[in-house]
C-alpha cells in the first residue's frame, strides 16, 4: 500500500513487491551505466558520546584536525530528500527476523524528518520525511556485489514499482537493507551511496539515488551507516556537491572523517558528520525549545523586498539566550555560548539588537548587528558579529571611564540607541539599562567605554518633585541632529512609584513627566500611574531637531495610554475608542509594541499597535480616519489558532513592500505554552512556530 505522510509512523507497514524480471532483465544500458565512484561507510566501531542535557555534540574529527574546509562544485543537492526503504529478501516475512522492518522504519522516519537533518541547512538541507519502504521478495546473493544491489533498483523502477527518476515523484534516494548476516563482497565496508545508472535505447540516460546499510542484527549498527549514507547522499549524491577538500574518494564526503561521533537522537543511534560552521563533527539532539515572554527581532534586509530576512533574539525557559534566523530553513543556535565573554552565562530577559550596518552595505550577508543582554548574575553582556561571534561587558571594561559610584550590575531589559558617526559598518550608540539599585544608567562609546546617569547629571534640569528611581525597562526616541555630535534622544522610563518619566538632552540633561504636563489636555478618566514599559514611536514633523512622538503605555489600571505632543501634550485611550467603543473594557498587560505603516509626514504617519490583554489576546490596533481593533492571531490560517493565549510583549518587524501606506509586518509574540509564534500578513493573517522546527 502507499503511505500518506500523515499517518502515524507505527500505522506505516512495508508493501510487499515480487521480482518476476528479477535476472531476466539484463540489457545492454545497465552493462553500458557510467561508472563513478562510489562513498562507502566503513565498519569502525565508536563508543557513544553522552548527549544528556544538550542540544548538539560538538566533536573533533577523526583524525583529530579540525582543518577541514567544505567546499560546493555546482552539483546535484537534495533539499527536502524523500526517502524509500527496500528490505530486501524474503527473511523479512519471517517473525523471527530481528530488528524488524516496522522497528527499522520508526527509527529512520525519526532521523529523516527530525533534529538530526537540522544541521545540514549551512548546506542548504532541511529535514526530509519517509515517503516509504517495501520488501522485495527475492533472496540476495551472500555476498552480494555493487552490480547487484545497483540491478536491484532498476529492476524495480523498469517493472514499475517505482517511478522513473525524471518523472513525477521520481525523485527519491532508496536505501536496500539485506537480512542479517548478509554481507557485501568488500570487506570492511558497511555501507555506501551512489548514483547508479541506466540507458535505454536510444537516448535515454537516467540516474537514481540510491545506497545499502549492512545488517548485523542491531537496530543502532542500522542507523549509525544509515545516517552516515544519508547526510552524504544529500549534500553530494553524484559527486559534484558538497566535498571536503584535499581528499578524494570514497573519504572526501561530510560524514567519513566523523565516524567516531556517535551518539543517540530521540534514542535513534546516528553518526556526527562535518559542519564547516562548527569546524567540528556535530550531532544535533534536538530542543523542545520554550521561550520565556518578550522576543527581540532584527531585520537582516536582503533581495527579497516582499519579506526580507530576520534574526530573532529570545531567551529560553532554560535560560539561554537564542538566536533564530531564517535562509531557505529556520536555523537556531546559542552563540554566546562560544563566545569566552558568554560562556555559562544565563539570562532571563528581553535583549536588545543595534543594526550595525543600516545603509545594507553587506546586504549579502544580511548586515552587522550588537545584542546587549542582562545575565542572570547582572551582567551587561555585548555580542557582535564579525567573521565570528565576540563577547565582551561595556559597562565593566577595563579602560572605561564611569561616574562615580558606578554600578555595573544590571536588571530587567536594555534598550540602546544609535548615535552615527562616520563609522557606517559600526557606528556609536548609547545603551540604557537600569540598574540593581534602580537608577537609568548610559553606556557609550567612544574611544573606551563610559558610563553615567542621566536622570542624576550635575546641572541637570528636573521638573518637581523627580525622582530618579526606576522600575521599568527604558525606550529610547531619536530627535535627529547631526551625527557628528551623536545626534539628540529622548529617553522614557517608568519610575519606581509608577510615573511616566522623559529624560531628553540639549546642552544638559533634562527631566519631566509628560502624562502630568502642564497645560495637558487628557482624555476623562486620565490617570498618570503606569506599569510595565513604555514603547514610543516618531511621529515625523517638519522640527528635524527633535520631532514630534507618541508614547505608548500601560497603566495601573491596564488601560491602554497614548501620549502624544503638538504644543502641549495629550493622552487618551485608543482602545477605548476604536471600533465605535466596542472594546471600552479590554485591559492589557506588558508592553506594546508599535509599528510604524508609512503615510504623509504632516499628519504624523500611521501605525499599528500591538499589545496582549491580560486575558492573554493579541491585539491590533490602527489608525485610519478613526481607530480599529482586531485579534490578527484569531484570524490567522481560518481561526485555526483562535484558542491560542500569549504572554509578555510582542515585536514586530517591516517586512518592505510597495504599500506605503501600509507595508507588511510580521509580529514575533510567545505563548502562554512557551512556544515561539510567528505571525505575518499577506493577503490574509499567516502564523506559524518558527523554533519547533527543531
Known sequence: MDIVRRRPITKIKPKFVSMPMEGKIRRLGRRSAKPYSEGVNNCAPATPIDGTGKIEILNPPDNGNSNFTVSYHGGAVIPSVSLELIFWGNAWTQTGTTPTASQIMGAVSSVVSGPYMTGLTQYGIGPGTLRGAIIALSDPPNPFSRDDWHNLIWDLIDQGTFPEPDDDGGRNLYMIIP????????????????????????????????????????????????????????????????????????????????????????????????????????????????????PAVFGRGGPDITGGKKSIYVVSTTNRLAQLWDTNFWNLDFRAEQTPAGAGLQFRTTPAVFDRDPFQLSQATGGKKSIYAIATNGALLQLWDTNIWNGDFPASAPNGDYAPGWNANFRGSPAVFGRGGPDVTGGKKSIYAITSDSRLAQIWDTNRWNGDFPAEAAGGNYAPGWNPSFG?????????????????????????????????????????????????????????????????????????????????????????????????WNGDFPAEEANNGQFQNLRFQGAPAVFSRGGPPETGGKKSIYVITTDGRLVQLWDTDRWNLDFPAEEANNGQFASLRFQGSPAVVNRGGPDATGGKKSIYVVATDGRLVQLWDSDVWNLDFPASHF
Open 472 to 568: 521599568s525597562d527604558p525606550a529610547v526616541f531619536s530627535r535627529g541632529g547631526p551625527p557628528e555630535t551623536g545626534g539628540k534622544k529622548s529617553v522614557y522610563a517608568i519610575t519606581v512609584d509608577g510615573r511616566l518619566a522623559q529624560l531628553w538632552d540639549t546642552d544638559r540633561w533634562n527631566g519631566d513627566f509628560p502624562a502630568e504636563a502642564p497645560g495637558g489636555s487628557y482624555a476623562p478618566g486620565w490617570r498618570p500611574f503606569f506599569q510595565g514599559s513604555p514603547a514610543v514611536f516618531g511621529r515625523v514633523g517638519p522640527d528635524a531637531t527633535g520631532g514630534k512622538k507618541s508614547i505608548y503605555a500601560i497603566n495601573t489600571d491596564g488601560r491602554l495610554a497614548q501620549l502624544w505632543d503638538t504644543d502641549r
Open 179 to 294: 537480512p542479517p548476516g548478509v554481507n557485501i563482497n568488500q570487506p570492511g565496508v558497511c555501507g555506501a551511496h551512489g548514483y547508479p545508472g541506466d540507458y535505454d535505447f536510444p537516448a535515454d540516460y537516467d540516474v537514481a539515488w540510491a545506497g545499502y546499510v549492512l545488517n548485523d542484527g542491531s537496530l543502532d549498527t542500522i542507523t549509525t551507516s544509515l545516517s552516515h549514507e544519508l547526510v552524504e547522499a544529500c549534500t553530494d549524491p553524484e559527486d559534484d556537491g558538497w566535498t571536503l577538500d584535499g581528499l578524494g574518494p570514497p573519504s572526501d564526503e561530510i560524514g567519513d572523517i566523523c565516524q567516531k561521533t556517535v551518539a543517540r537522537v530521540n534514542g535513534v543511534m546516528v553518526q556526527g558528520y562535518w559542519s564547516q560552521r562548527d569546524r567540528a563533527c556535530l550531532i544535533p539532539l534536538g530542543i523542545n525549545f520554550q521561550a520565556m515572554p518578550s
